[in-house]
């Protein structure tokens, strides 16, 4: 499990990404499970990740609607499969509109060039 804090923070939330090698839905919930072990992840207002396995593409928004497709797209831009990539998010109080879309592509962006 690879973890990158701090990677954006805006008007008061805060993004992380995390990830690492998953094949399938319960390899995902696996994932997810141990990540929340930590209490700082399990606080988090939104877990939203996207992962392509033999399974096909799965994702999940966790109440930040859209952002699960946001991390799909890249993943299948850069052909990324069976890897599951998680960005989380503290709320800090203020709606970010559209800007939060930029953030996850942010995150993203950062997992992947750290792969």
């Not at 690879?2 to 008061?12: C, F, W």
């Not at 995390?18 to 988090?44: P, T, V």
């Not at 998010?89 to 942010?106: A, C, I, M, N």
């Amino acid at each position: 499990m690879k973890i990158i804090d701090n990677v954006v923070t805006d008007r008061g939330s805060k993004y992380a990404v995390s990830g690492g090698e998953c094949h399938s839905a319960e390899d995902a919930k696996a994932f997810i499970k141990e990540l929340k072990r930590n209490k700082k992840f399990a606080k988090a207002t939104h877990n939203t990740w996207g992962l392509i396995c033999d399974d096909g593409a799965i994702k999940n928004d966790d109440g930040e609607s859209g952002a699960g497709m946001v991390i799909l797209r890249m993943l299948e831009r850069d052909e990324i499969n069976n890897q599951i990539v998680v960005v989380t998010r503290w709320y800090g109080g203020k709606h970010l509109g559209g800007d939060r879309f930029r953030h996850v592509q942010t995150c993203v962006r950062a997992y992947l060039d750290a792969l």
